[in-house]
Nanobody
Framework: SVQLVESGGGSVQAGGSLRLSCAVS????????MGWFRQAPGKDREGVAS???????DYADFVRGRFTISQDNAKKILYLEMTSLKPEDTAMYYC?????????????????WGQGTQVTVSS
């Protein structure tokens, strides 16, 4: 199994930027799909971005061009760089991992989750 710990959330004004980090530990020698999800109050958890073990990246349409997912394999850290933030980006952001090379667009496809980090964007 793997353990995931997010950090970097906070409160910013619209148009601002934040960088989220996810420290990965445990059985990291398997190929994994790594992803960022978010969940706003009263809404379903939704995928934001993912990166598979080959480095292929996918973004949700609502963040494409504003958010960037990356990973530092040596440090075992997953990042989410968020720019041009909007009030509708306000949510709890979660780091997630799935064993294997396939990145499911659904949260159900991920077995491991962090505790989440809150992002609040004010207008």
């Amino acid at each position: 199994s793997v353990q995931l710990v997010e950090s970097g959330g906070g409160s910013v004004q619209a148009g601002g930027s934040l960088r989220l980090s996810c420290a990965v530990s445990g059985d990291t020698y398997y190929p994994y799909c790594m992803g960022w999800f978010r969940q706003a109050p009263g809404k379903d958890r939704e995928g934001v971005a993912s990166i598979d073990s080959d480095g292929s990246i996918d973004y949700a349409d609502f963040v494409r061009g504003r958010f960037t997912i990356s990973q530092d394999n040596a440090k075992k850290i997953l990042y989410l760089e968020m720019t041009s933030l909007k009030p509708e980006d306000t949510a709890m952001y979660y780091c997630a991992a799935a064993v294997g090379s396939y990145c499911s667009p659904s949260p159900a496809g991920f077995s491991y989750w962090g505790q989440g980090t809150q992002v609040t964007v004010s207008s």
